[in-house]
């Protein structure tokens, strides 16, 4: 898979820009600031349908404009896709493959990207629901089904934790709060479908982790990952446990079992990583999660992702620099920014384009 053209059209500082990417290696540089991380934050908006630095679309809007347009061309074996995204200030976005209409959640159908950036260390070291978002955008890039049951598993635990607070403000006893029913059964039905997929990924995962750690860091450390849930396997067990939660629930006013609750635990050589591991331990696991995704990805029916590596040269050694390119440059296309050029191993500078203050003003 590969993106062979990015239009952008007030997106973030960007006017009006159009650049070619070529197969193999492509390097966007230019000194910070200047727009190289929204061009490809762009391409990861429509992979996953939203951005990996802030939680609202505004942002993404050129300042002063209602809307912003970004338009890619898309080829995945032999066959080429016409990919165009209206984000709106006002109003819900809209897209289109090829033309036609799209829900924005289909458009992983389309393009799959795996993202390398400095914030992946955050995977390692930050509280669990980084590792969620991580499995549950993976998970959508195989199945692209289940962003729409995210989304209801989203609507019911808020529905369900404001009847909670409700009733602790009017001091209700579980008894008396059978509404809250309805919202069990949703979640029970929803909460198995999603921890079940994280089960099935993380099995699948895991053997990709730990071979990509090893290459990575360059040594024999096993990594190893887990989830941890409070979710039972099967539906009457989960009501029960939900039943026996009930007066803690209503003391705190907060949904406490179910999949919001999970974690994915990163363990290096049997020690939990984001209490032992070393920065540049750290940092190799951070990078194993992402190679692995993009091996498991390679490994179904969607051929290779688009690898983006944005700005995780500068924070590497020059060992894990040169593993870090020879693993990525495997892939049918590989984007990667920088502010120094010279962070970059060689393999991975076919081809350059240079940008300043949200203009490409060199292509070649």
């Known amino acids: ?53 802030v939680p609202t679309d505004v942002a993404l809007i050129r300042a002063g404009e209602q809307r912003a347009i970004v338009r890619c061309s898309v080829t995945n074996d032999e066959r080429a896709f016409q990919l165009d995204v209206e984000l709106n200030a006002r109003g819900a976005n809209r897209a289109q493959a090829n033309g036609q209409n799209v829900r924005i959640r289909d458009l992983p159908r389309y393009l799959q990207a795996v993202l390398f950036s400095p914030e992946d260390l955050q995977l390692v070291r930050a509280d669990p629901s980084g590792r969620r978002r991580f499995l549950d955008e993976l998970a959508v890039m195989r199945a692209p089904r289940l962003a729409g049951v995210h989304s209801d598993l989203d609507r019911v635990l808020k529905q369900r934790n404001s009847l909670l607070k409700s009733a602790r403000a009017a001091r209700l006893r579980p008894d008396d709060l059978t509404t809250l029913e309805v919202w069990d059964g949703r979640l029970i039905e929803l909460g198995l ?61 907060v949904s406490l079992v179910g999949p919001h609750r999970d974690d994915l635990e990163l363990h290096l050589n049997d020690l939990l990583a984001r ?3 070393s920065h540049g331990e750290s940092w190799s696991f951070a990078l194993a999660l992402k190679l692995a995704s993009a091996e498991l990805l390679r490994d179904g029916s969607g051929g290779d992702p688009v690898m983006i590596l944005d700005d995780v040269f500068a924070e590497l050694d020059a060992g894990r620099r040169q593993r870090l390119a020879e693993a990525a440059g495997g892939f049918e296309q590989v984007l990667i920014t920088a502010a120094v050029e010279d962070d970059v191993p060689d393999a991975l500078r076919d081809h350059r384009i240079r940008i300043v203050g949200g203009e490409v003003v060199d292509d070649a």
């Open 1 to 53: 898979m590969r993106v062979s053209r990015l239009a952008l059209t007030d997106f973030r500082n960007y006017r009006a820009a159009d650049v070619v990417f070529e197969s193999g290696a492509n390097l966007l540089v230019g000194r910070n600031g200047q727009g190289k991380t929204n061009m490809v934050e762009s391409l990861v908006w429509i992979a996953t349908g939203s951005s990996h630095r």
């Open 193 to 253: 479908e999603v921890t079940r997929t994280r089960r099935a990924l993380v099995a699948d995962l895991a053997p990709h982790v730990d071979a990509s750690y090893r290459l990575v860091a360059g040594d024999e450390h096993a990594a190893r990952i887990a989830l941890v849930t409070n979710v039972p396997d099967d539906a009457d067990a989960f009501r029960a446990l939900l039943a026996e939660r009930r007066r803690d629930e209503l003391d705190r006013g």
């Open 275 to 277: 209490h032992y591991a």
